[in-house]
């Protein structure tokens, strides 16, 4: 079984990591590491949470979401990454 945890956790780690949380829809949240970093759980620019609405795993899907966010992040790995590259013609770092 995995830890469960709350979003109002997962924000202070994001917040303090300097990524951002998004909303996609019911259940669905995407979490962005901050402009030319990646999270160091598994090199990628967004971690998505999301689970079946009514079926009580919203603590275990935000459990799952910090457990990964605590590694950190780094920065990109990825020569030439669409991502980057995107984010920096849009004004990010």
Same mark, same amino acid.
């Given at each position: 079984?995995? &830890?469960? &945890? ?11 990591? %300097?990524?951002?949380?998004? #909303?996609?829809? &019911?259940n669905n949240f +995407?979490?962005?590491?901050?402009? @030319?970093?990646?999270?160091? +759980?598994?090199?990628? =620019? ?5 689970? =079946?609405q009514g079926d009580?795993? &919203? ?8 457990r990964r966010l605590?590694? @950190?992040? #780094?920065? +990109?790995?990825?020569? *030439?990454?669409?991502? +980057? #590259? #995107? *984010?920096?013609?849009? %004004?990010?770092?």
């Amino acid at each position: 079984m995995s &830890a469960k &945890a709350s979003r109002t956790q997962v924000m202070r780690l994001v917040n303090k990591l %300097g990524g951002s949380l998004d #909303e996609l829809g &019911a259940n669905n949240f +995407c979490i962005d590491a901050p402009p @030319g970093m990646v999270w160091s +759980c598994d090199d990628l =620019h967004a971690l998505v949470v999301s689970w =079946h609405q009514g079926d009580g795993f &919203a603590p275990e899907a935000w459990g799952d979401a910090l457990r990964r966010l605590k590694y @950190g992040i #780094e920065p +990109c790995p990825f020569k *030439n990454c669409d991502v +980057c #590259e #995107e *984010n920096c013609r849009l %004004g990010g770092s």
